[in-house]
Nanobody, 119 residues
Framework: QVQLVESGGGLVQPGGSLRLSCAASGLTLGNYWMAWFRQPPGKEREFVAD????????RYADSVKGRFTISKSNAQSAVWLQLNALTPDDTAVYYC????????????WGEGTQVTVSS
């Protein structure tokens, strides 16, 4: 049974940083693209970043490029998202997701972790 569990969210001031973690179980992480999505209050869920099974290639939404960094460890079955230079627009529930490398859609999702950026 695949399980993704996010942690690391919280309240942070504008300009601050957070590191989100996603602990994955029930899958071989090297066979999965991993991603972070977020859902701001009152808005639809949106793509933030993803990373290949090998961890060698990452992609980012334009809104977070240069501020956020996605990384993973297949050995530790974990994925991280480093959030820097946070602004109130980054306030959202952040979700970890996984898709098998041969598939187009993300099949597995975590419950999410809340990130609030406010002074």
């Amino acid at each position: 049974q695949v399980q993704l569990v996010e942690s690391g969210g919280g309240l942070v001031q504008p300009g601050g940083s957070l590191r989100l973690s996603c602990a994955a179980s029930g899958l071989t992480l090297g066979n999965y693209w991993m991603a972070w999505f977020r859902q701001p209050p009152g808005k639809e869920r949106e793509f933030v970043a993803d990373i290949t099974g090998s961890g060698t290639t990452a992609r980012y939404a334009d809104s977070v490029k240069g501020r956020f960094t996605i990384s993973k460890s297949n050995a530790q079955s974990a994925v991280w998202l480093q959030l820097n230079a946070l602004t109130p627009d980054d306030t959202a529930v952040y979700y970890c997701a996984a898709r098998y490398y041969l598939k187009d859609q993300y099949d597995y999702w975590g419950e999410g972790t809340q990130v609030t950026v406010s002074s």
